[in-house]
């Protein structure tokens, strides 16, 4: 079956520019993760939603980065103003979202290079 | 969040069984350990779970013991393409709506020689 999606799979921007990030989860999976990814580190936690709210957004590093999923499916992480320090690759996940230990399935990833 | 600690690297030859250890000194009661493996431009990848003693599946073991503070992956007769970074994890898990919040630490880079 279908895993979790990401586009585009590369972005190349310019400082101050805004992007949008997208995540396809699997379909009925109702939990979805994001996370940042800098070289040679392990994946940072941003945000975390159940359905279409955001349960827990604690990792996110400012207010420049937003995320959204108003129909509990595709979300959408929004960074504002970028700048170079937002290069890194940005994750998305999806679980069950059931009861249980869940299994976080992992997208490819989106790279970001902000010049 | 309870941290993690592991080795930052292994070489290992093809075939021979590898083992990465992980502690986790201060891992709480309803923390399970999961360990992830990720290649190069790809996403992580669930390798196997578990709470305590000892827990199998295809692809590895993950044997915990009884104080929980610690944990080893062991990978049977690796091949090249186990080649992978492996991140140990441990997670507060909230049953109400299974989300369980986990943190990466840089993870164990695992090189297979030929």
């Given at each position: ?18 992007v949008?990030?997208?995540?396809d ?10 996370y940042?990814?800098?070289l ?30 108003p ?6 992480l ?38 | ?21 992980c ?22 990848r ?69």
């Amino acid at each position: 079956g279908a895993g979790v999606s990401q586009t585009p799979s590369n972005k190349v921007t310019e400082k101050g520019k805004y992007v949008e990030l997208r995540c396809d989860p699997i379909s009925g999976h109702t939990a979805l993760y994001w996370y940042r990814q800098s070289l040679g580190q392990g994946p940072e936690f941003l945000i975390y939603f159940q359905g279409t709210g955001a349960a827990d957004d604690s990792g996110l590093p400012n207010d420049r980065f937003f995320a959204v999923r108003p129909e509990g499916s595709v979300s959408t992480l929004k960074i504002q103003r970028t700048e170079r320090g937002d290069s890194a690759v940005y994750l998305c996940a999806s679980s069950l979202g059931a009861g249980g230990p869940n299994e976080q399935f992992f997208g490819p990833g989106t790279r970001l290079t902000v010049l | 969040l309870a941290k993690t600690t592991q080795p930052i690297s292994m070489d290992s030859y093809e075939g021979q069984e590898v083992n990465i250890t992980c502690s986790h000194n201060n891992i709480a009661t309803n923390d399970y350990i999961t360990w992830y493996q990720q290649f190069p431009s790809q996403g992580p990848r669930f390798i196997i779970q578990g709470y305590k003693t000892k827990v199998t599946n295809e692809v590895a073991s993950l044997f915990i013991p009884a104080d929980r503070k610690s944990s080893t992956l062991s990978l049977p007769r690796v091949s090249l393409s186990d080649t992978a970074v492996y991140y140990c994890l441990v997670g507060d898990l909230l049953y109400s709506g299974g989300y369980q919040k986990v943190t990466f630490g840089t993870g164990t880079k695992l090189q297979v020689i030929p």
